[in-house]
């Protein structure tokens, strides 16, 4: 191959990897009834099997839709749970997490864990961080909206197809 081709195939995937960085699924295709019925039963399962394929190392990520894996403790079990979940990472070190469950209609079973037992752990961008969980208010929750949307669109549209109010959690390093 010339130098030029060498070029020519290094800017090309110079641009697709942005292409992939900054996708994000559109907010009508996540709130759509098809997708909030496939995607609780497919999505969390793939991200979780590739995580554990690459070693920790790779989640379904892009610089538009960060991923973490969240490993908290059963709320009745005590039995310990990984649930792949965007994050919202923040300027000051803290994540904040939206617990969207697909706008169904219950909230998921890793929030009443947070509640239960609100010291966590976290993986990622390929770090384990032990983190503590705290319920944000509703009026805190009304205050971080807005940043939370520009991070994920979707749940504005999530907010129209479920009367339930999501839990929204920050999550501060230990």
Same mark, same amino acid.
């Given at each position: 191959?010339h130098?030029?081709?060498?070029?020519?195939?290094?800017?090309?995937l110079?641009?697709?990897?942005?292409?992939?960085?900054?996708?994000?699924?559109?907010?009508?295709?996540?709130?759509?009834?098809?997708?909030?019925?496939?995607?609780?039963?497919?999505?969390p399962?793939?991200?979780?099997a590739?995580?554990?394929?690459?070693?920790?190392r790779?989640?379904l990520t892009t610089s538009g839709?960060?991923m973490? =894996?969240?490993?908290?403790?059963? %709320?009745? @079990?005590?039995? &310990? +749970?990984?649930?792949?979940?965007?994050?919202v990472?923040?300027? #000051?070190?803290?994540f904040?997490v939206?617990?969207?469950?697909?706008?169904?209609?219950?909230?998921?079973?890793?929030?009443?864990?947070? =509640?239960?037992?609100?010291?966590? %752990?976290? @993986?990622?961008? &390929? +770090?384990?961080?032990?983190?503590?969980?705290?319920?944000?208010? #509703?009026?805190?929750?009304?205050?971080?909206?807005?940043?939370?949307?520009?991070?994920?669109?979707?749940?504005?549209r999530?907010?129209?197809?479920?009367?339930?109010?999501?839990?929204?959690f920050?999550?501060t390093?230990?």
């Amino acid at each position: 191959m010339h130098a030029d081709e060498v070029r020519v195939v290094r800017e090309r995937l110079r641009v697709a990897r942005e292409r992939v960085a900054s996708f994000r699924v559109p907010a009508a295709v996540t709130a759509s009834r098809p997708f909030r019925a496939v995607a609780p039963r497919v999505l969390p399962s793939l991200h979780r099997a590739i995580h554990r394929l690459s070693g920790g190392r790779t989640l379904l990520t892009t610089s538009g839709q960060p991923m973490a =894996i969240l490993e908290t403790t059963g %709320a009745r @079990t005590g039995a &310990r +749970r990984e649930t792949p979940l965007g994050v919202v990472p923040r300027d #000051d070190g803290t994540f904040v997490v939206v617990g969207s469950n697909f706008a169904r209609e219950t909230h998921p079973a890793w929030t009443a864990n947070l =509640i239960a037992h609100p010291e966590a %752990a976290m @993986t990622f961008r &390929r +770090r384990r961080v032990e983190v503590t969980a705290r319920l944000l208010s #509703d009026a805190e929750r009304d205050e971080v909206w807005p940043e939370l949307l520009r991070w994920f669109p979707g749940w504005e549209r999530y907010t129209e197809v479920t009367d339930r109010t999501f839990r929204v959690f920050e999550l501060t390093p230990r």
